[in-house]
């Protein structure tokens, strides 16, 4: 419990420090620092994950070009695999980095874009808080590939925000490389032509429609047979069809899904139009978990946008928090992190200890 509870406190103390201007600018040797912070404490856990294994595996025979290509499944029979992790595999083994330093990296990058996004928003102390309990973070050991496609994902989210498409593309496809269901995502980038700002009044309600249509899901009212029979059509026989089984669900924490739905009522209050792109996002990511319920591994596309959702409520926060009515939703959320979500992490995590051991395979 004290590792957990010293990692939290720092990290608090690294994200204020962070904010701070020198000369007029802000430290970002400090946001580096705290990067580096988080990575390494990563790397440290990373024993812990129940698909660590397999990931080593695959670094340690991914010493040919044919194994960028093709990986060895648990039948030990050739399958076609997203090439990226492979292939930065493959290089590392040429220049003798262990699989610690592929790790490192990993989380070198994974972290980097998500503290990126965090000092985005006006609110990053709690934006921390909500990243460093979340499942982005604790999945980072286990759902590597995706967790990388994701992080392509922010940067962009971040392309469209701009208004280059183009870009958005290259970093989709870039994602696609480490996972496939990133592809899905590419129609978000035409989300920049349809006026989504002029129109705020009638996307909101269009949010608040899809996502109350989401919830009769979630309890059954309303069938997802036929979304079912649609991806198991797509996916057919490809190892990909093995994310539509219970098997391979990653989960999501009832309070976590609960408080997204909560929260969407204050998405939907918002009056800020430079928010619509986020908040089309964020009812995405409550859609896909209300789905999730009946079609479990559903949870995989939520991630996509409950990964930075918790960092977007934390801007919606900082704009409401002197708002007669939405101060207390506001309150009550600061509250819900400070005094329950981070306790309740580092309980939780207290037998996660760390293993130095790991920072013995840096070389081969």
């Given at each position: 419990?004290?590792?957990?509870?010293?990692?939290?406190?720092?990290?608090?103390?690294?994200?204020?420090?962070?904010?701070?201007?020198?000369?007029?600018?802000?430290?970002?040797?400090?946001?580096?620092?705290?990067?580096?912070?988080?990575?390494?404490?990563?790397?440290?856990?990373s024993n812990n994950g129940s698909d660590i294994e397999g990931y080593r595996r695959r670094f340690e025979v991914s010493t040919s070009v044919s194994s960028i290509v093709f990986s060895?499944?648990?039948?030990?029979?050739?399958?076609?695999?997203?090439?990226?992790?492979?292939?930065?595999a493959f290089i590392l083994n040429k220049i003798h980095i262990g699989f610690s330093g592929m790790l490192l990296l990993t989380y070198l990058f994974l972290n980097g874009v998500f503290?990126?996004?965090?000092?985005?928003?006006?609110?990053?102390?709690?934006?921390?808080?909500?990243?460093?309990?979340?499942?982005?973070?604790?999945?980072?050991?286990?759902?590597?590939?995706?967790?990388?496609?994701?992080?392509?994902?922010?940067?962009?989210?971040?392309?469209?925000?701009?208004?280059?498409?183009?870009?958005?593309?290259?970093?989709?496809?870039?994602?696609?490389?480490?996972?496939?269901?990133?592809?899905?995502?590419?129609?978000?980038?035409?989300?920049?032509?349809?006026?989504?700002?002029?129109?705020?009044?009638?996307?909101?309600?269009?949010?608040?429609?899809?996502?109350?249509?989401?919830?009769?899901?979630?309890?059954?009212?309303?069938?997802?047979?036929?979304?079912?029979?649609?991806?198991?059509?797509?996916?057919?026989?490809?190892?990909?069809?093995?994310?539509?089984?219970?098997?391979?669900?990653?989960?999501?924490?009832?309070?976590?899904?609960?408080?997204?739905?909560?929260?969407?009522?204050?998405?939907?209050?918002?009056?800020?139009?430079?928010?619509?792109?986020?908040?089309?996002?964020?009812?995405?990511?409550?859609?896909?978990?209300?789905?999730?319920?009946?079609?479990?591994?559903?949870?995989?596309?939520?991630?996509?946008?409950?990964?930075?959702?918790?960092?977007?409520?934390?801007?919606?926060?900082?704009?409401?928090?002197?708002?007669?009515?939405?101060?207390?939703?506001?309150?009550?959320?600061?509250?819900?992190?400070?005094?329950?979500?981070?306790?309740?992490?580092?309980?939780?995590?207290?037998?996660?200890l760390p293993d130095y051991s790991v920072l013995n395979g840096f070389f081969q």
């Open positions: 419990m004290f590792f957990w509870t010293l990692f939290y406190i720092t990290a608090l103390l690294l994200t204020i420090l962070g904010q701070k201007k020198v000369s007029g600018k802000s430290c970002k040797w400090i946001r580096i620092i705290l990067v580096v912070f988080i990575a390494f404490v990563s790397l440290l856990q060895l499944s648990v039948s030990e029979t050739k399958e076609l695999v997203e090439i990226g992790y492979n292939l930065v503290v990126h996004f965090i000092y985005k928003f006006k609110f990053p102390i709690l934006g921390i808080l909500a990243f460093l309990v979340s499942i982005t973070f604790f999945q980072q050991i286990n759902l590597q590939r995706q967790m990388i496609a994701i992080a392509f994902f922010f940067l962009g989210i971040e392309q469209i925000e701009k208004e280059r498409l183009v870009r958005f593309i290259i970093l989709i496809l870039l994602g696609v490389l480490f996972h496939f269901s990133v592809f899905f995502l590419l129609p978000i980038c035409f989300l920049r032509y349809l006026k989504i700002e002029e129109n705020f009044k009638i996307m909101k309600l269009l949010c608040g429609v899809i996502w109350f249509l989401s919830i009769f899901v979630s309890l059954g009212v309303i069938s997802a047979g036929g979304l079912l029979s649609g991806l198991s059509g797509i996916l057919g026989d490809t190892q990909y069809s093995e994310y539509l089984s219970v098997e391979n669900d990653v989960g999501m924490d009832t309070d976590v899904s609960i408080l997204f739905q909560l929260l969407m009522l204050l998405v939907l209050l918002s009056d800020n139009k430079q928010n619509c792109l986020y908040l089309i996002l964020y009812t995405l990511g409550c859609v896909f978990a209300n789905i999730s319920t009946a079609i479990p591994n559903m949870v995989r596309f939520a991630l996509y946008f409950t990964a930075f959702s918790p960092l977007f409520v934390a801007q919606l926060v900082s704009e409401n928090i002197n708002r007669k009515y939405l101060s207390i939703v506001s309150y009550a959320y600061c509250a819900y992190y400070f005094l329950y979500r981070v306790p309740v992490s580092i309980s939780s995590h207290s037998i996660m």
